[in-house]
């Protein structure tokens, strides 16, 4: 298990880094160099170096070197911590040095705008001759006097002596262990709490809190099933990082989003009383009877099986944790995040299982309780279809659970006492809101109006107007010859986040202003209709956004969904 538990570990560090875009690499792409006695570290335009990491040492053996103060910080990070634009000057000056020497400079890059994440601490090594190494002053005086040599130093590793303001080691700043162990469990409470996780606790309901056993019991088998689910989330968190975009656009095709949808409204009816969803004896006695060894494996297991569901939403969160992971550089650190992570998701599944296990199990509340769970789960499998269905059929998705809504909350029971009553009133409204949206639907279904409209409404826009559409060779000769350069939108029919930024980010006024004033713009379709530039464009996920010159060339490209703040960040980086 110890070689398994190094190479998790390992990959957690390695992920996070894997998971960023293509045209930055961290070596290649920051200059490290040195002249007239100055460590100069520059990074390119759009990004940063962290002042936590920054350092210089010597690792050739024989003399030491002394660091001088560096070029102050010209700005902070999110996190308060102290990072530098452009280039990095730190003076140097060494004793007793002899022939080649071995500098190790140790930075820390980071991407800006939306999107950017920091890259592990990365160290390159500096050959340089000795005499390109200014003496110090204390060893020039020692030299020109005629004072005894100086005596051997007990000490044989190299050394690099603190000064104010040098770039020598020291611990990053920020929240300690406990803030930040803190933030990530609030981080996986908040994640239990998406679509994708909620639904699911009634499920651990009915799994938990099938059999009796007390509340002892019910906290038992509800914390294996939990340690279950957090191993699935710690193996996706991985496979996300590792697969980048690619794992966020997968969570997006109508191959994984239908069968999860149909899956949900099948725990829905089943948990609305249409019928009972029956496992083989064998397995049911696996998962809930026969012994508390089965019973608590069978709860761990299905942890794991529940786990993958939730990929569309718990992804992204535990990238945000895999990023940060990496930022720190600190593996089992990264591990102890995840666990708690995982603590954090579970607490409404640790309450749910603890407290149904022990409440009685028959009951008007436990009905009711029930249809109301299934109402959410009917809503997310609704809502995870919202953008593969025209928008007719959402109408009708909304109408179907707001009226199940309105007869769960019992729109047609009698009502007797205060309570009773207020509970009826909040379901008759919510009929006449399903109606509403029905009769909605039917119009844009028919294309004929049933209902008056506001003729104050105002006229809907092209996002993509005076845009060229599938013409990247067209695109390229209008830029060339208007001197332009070429944005280029590539999306596919499936990609939910591409719908998205059509509807937030190119109908913003001063992104439409931008392109118009410094692009020609083209939207490609490389899944469906222009896959011959899949591979000439090195598409690896949807969306995908391209500034080129008039020529082909690539200037930057940004992958993902980015609201127009960042998207501005993008168009108008240096």
């Keep these: ?127 340089v001759k000795a005499s390109d190494i200014p003496e110090s002053p204390a060893a020039a005086a020692a030299t020109e006097s005629a004072a005894a040599p100086e ?22 700043s920020g929240p300690g262990l406990p803030w930040t162990l803190m933030l990530v469990f609030l981080a996986g409470m908040g994640a239990s709490l998406t679509p994708c996780v909620y639904p699911m606790i009634p499920i651990t309901l009915a799994i938990i809190g099938a059999k009796g056993g007390g509340r002892a019991r019910g906290l038992a088998l509800s914390a294996m099933l939990v340690l279950g689910m957090g191993l699935t989330y710690s193996v996706l968190g991985v496979l996300a990082a590792r697969s980048g975009a690619a794992f966020g656009a997968f969570a997006q095709k109508p191959a994984f989003l239908i069968p999860v949808s149909v899956l949900f409204t099948a725990f829905a009816l089943s948990l609305f009383g249409a019928f009972e969803i029956a496992l083989p004896q064998s397995l049911a006695g696996r998962l809930q009877g026969g012994g508390a060894r089965k019973g608590f494996g069978g709860a761990f297991v299905m942890g794991m099986v529940l786990g993958p569901l939730s990929a569309p939403c718990v992804g992204p969160i535990v990238g945000a944790v895999l990023v940060a992971i990496a930022q720190k550089g600190d593996v089992l650190l990264g591990g102890l995040q995840l666990f708690v992570f995982a603590l954090g998701m579970g607490v409404l599944f640790l309450v749910v299982g603890t407290f149904a296990a022990g409440l009685p199990r028959s009951g008007e509340w436990l009905t009711r309780f029930k249809r109301v769970m299934g109402l959410v789960v009917l809503a997310f499998a609704a809502w995870n279809l919202r953008l593969l269905v025209p928008g007719w059929a959402n109408l009708a998705a909304g109408s179907l659970v707001t009226l199940v809504g309105a007869a769960t909350l019992g729109a047609f029971e009698p009502a007797g006492g205060f309570l009773a009553q207020v509970r009826k009133a909040l379901a008759l409204l919510l009929l006449a809101c399903g109606l509403l949206l029905g009769l909605r639907s039917l119009e844009a279904a028919l294309q004929v109006d049933l209902l008056p409209r506001s003729s104050a409404a105002p006229p809907v826009q092209d996002a993509h107007a005076g845009w060229m559409v599938q013409d990247y060779e067209g695109a390229l000769r209008k830029a060339k010859a208007e001197g332009k350069l070429v944005l280029v939108d590539i999306y596919a029919e499936w990609c939910a986040q591409c719908k998205e930024l059509d509807e937030e980010t190119w109908p913003d006024p001063a992104v439409k202003g931008w392109i118009a004033r410094n692009a020609v713009a083209v939207r490609l379709d490389t899944d469906g209709k222009r896959k011959d530039l899949a591979s000439a464009l090195r598409v690896q996920s949807y969306p995908t956004v391209i500034l080129m010159d008039g020529e082909g060339r690539e200037v930057r490209r940004l992958l993902g969904f980015h609201k127009p703040e960042g998207m501005l960040g993008f168009l108008n980086r240096g």
């Design 1 to 127: 298990m110890r070689p398994l538990k190094a190479l998790f570990l390992m990959l957690l560090v390695q992920a996070a880094a894997l998971a960023q875009p293509a045209d930055f690499d961290p070596e290649k792409s920051v200059a490290v160099g040195l002249a007239k006695g100055v460590v100069t570290v520059t990074a390119p335009p759009g990004s940063h170096l962290k002042q936590s990491f920054m350092q210089v040492e010597l690792q050739s053996k024989g003399g030491r070197i002394h660091l001088g103060r560096m070029t102050p910080p010209d700005g902070k990070d999110d996190l308060g911590e102290a990072i530098w634009h452009g280039s990095v000057r730190i003076p140097i000056t060494g004793e007793g040095l002899k022939g080649p020497v071995a500098l190790a400079v140790t930075y820390q890059p980071c991407l800006e705008g939306e999107g950017g994440a920091c890259y592990p601490p990365t160290t390159r090594t500096l050959l």
């Design 151 to 172: 005596p051997p130093r007990a000490v044989a590793a190299p050394k690099v002596e603190a000064v104010p303001g040098a770039a020598v080691p020291r611990e990053p």
